[in-house]
């Protein structure tokens, strides 16, 4: 499968994996911006992309997600995560990075800030009816099935 990219900004850098069997790849920041702790800012990546032609029963996403490194050392997370590029969109990627932590954050331009993910999506054909299956769980909610 191939994906489109195209550079917006001169700063841009293209994706990356470090293994070639990795599931995500790293995008990075063109900013250069200091994250106050509670605070969430927009960090623009340079990028857009072009996700291959849905059918009639699937079509493709790109997952914004956090990157496991900045959330454990630094309590660096993304807002929305994982974050969605719809097939439609055309426009910069864009990063909305949110400080958790005790402390200031700086991210600096070319620095690996989140991961894109490009996964399959099935369009469902959606079924209105008056009454579901019954099953042993039921609408019982969150905590039902056992909490260990």
Same mark, same amino acid.
């Given at each position: 499968? #191939? %994906?489109?990219?195209?550079?917006?900004?001169?700063?841009?850098?293209?994706? /990356?994996?470090? !293994? @070639?069997?990795?599931?995500?790849?790293?995008?990075?920041?063109?900013?250069?911006?200091?994250?106050?702790?509670?605070?969430?800012?927009?960090?623009?990546?340079?990028?857009?992309?072009?996700?291959?032609?849905?059918?009639?029963?699937?079509?493709?996403?790109? #997952? %914004?997600?956090?990157?496991?490194?900045?959330?454990?050392?630094?309590?660096? /997370?993304?807002? !929305? @995560?994982?974050?969605?590029?719809?097939?439609?969109?055309?426009?910069?990627?864009?990063?909305?990075?949110?400080?958790?932590?005790?402390?200031?954050?700086?991210?600096?331009?070319?620095?690996?800030?989140?991961?894109?993910?490009?996964?399959?999506?099935?369009?469902?054909?959606?079924?209105?009816?008056?009454?579901?299956?019954?099953?042993?769980?039921?609408?019982?909610?969150?905590?039902?099935?056992?909490?260990?």
């Amino acid at each position: 499968m #191939q %994906v489109k990219i195209k550079k917006i900004h001169n700063d841009a850098i293209l994706p /990356t994996r470090n !293994n @070639s069997a990795d599931s995500g790849m790293d995008v990075f920041s063109i900013d250069d911006v200091t994250i106050p702790t509670g605070k969430m800012i927009p960090i623009h990546t340079g990028i857009a992309i072009q996700l291959p032609d849905p059918d009639q029963f699937f079509t493709y996403e790109c #997952q %914004v997600r956090p990157r496991s490194g900045l959330a454990a050392k630094h309590q660096i /997370t993304i807002q !929305n @995560s994982p974050g969605t590029v719809d097939f439609l969109y055309r426009g910069e990627i864009i990063v909305l990075l949110r400080n958790e932590g005790e402390i200031a954050f700086h991210v600096e331009r070319g620095m690996r800030i989140a991961q894109l993910v490009i996964a399959p999506v099935i369009i469902p054909e959606l079924i209105e009816v008056a009454e579901l299956d019954d099953t042993d769980r039921g609408d019982k909610g969150f905590g039902s099935s056992g909490v260990k």
